[in-house]
């Protein structure tokens, strides 16, 4: 395939993927677009990335099944196969989604407990400083 199709078939992906992400933001999520992946994971007892992994695997499976079936010699069309295709990347943006928000609270706890240590460590020398007068 050449570059110029092959941006063609990007461009026309991706924004069919906006699109959906878009159009499902309004039926499913609250003003956080994670919503639904974190009532999930109280439900299930697990992360908010376990559960999206566990409703990724559905639209997996779905992949694995079209690809055994044009295997086997079965047509399968392309609107069912961009359907498919599309709500794989959509899961995989959504999960970066999660993966960024966790980085953040990555970041944000890491932050808060290095300066819970700089106060420890600063107090506890103004007690051995203290001490020596």
């Given at each position: ?103 953040e609270e990555y970041?944000?706890?890491?932050q808060a407990d ?8 600063f107090t506890n ?9």
């Open positions: 395939m050449k570059t110029d199709k092959f941006n063609s078939v990007l461009e026309k992906t991706i924004s069919k993927c906006v699109d959906t992400l878009c159009a499902k933001a309004n039926e499913y999520a609250t003003e956080d677009r994670l919503h639904n992946f974190k009532v999930a994971a109280e439900l299930q007892n697990c992360t908010p990335i376990t559960a999206l992994a566990g409703m990724m695997a559905k639209h997996t499976v779905s992949i694995y099944d079209l690809i055994q079936r044009q295997e086997k010699g079965f047509e399968v069309s392309r609107e069912m196969w961009d359907e498919k295709i599309g709500d794989s990347i959509n899961y995989l943006i959504l999960l970066t989604a999660l993966v960024e928000e966790k980085q970041t944000q706890g890491s290095l300066d819970d240590i700089v106060d420890m460590e020398h103004l007690a051995e400083a203290g001490d020596g007068e």
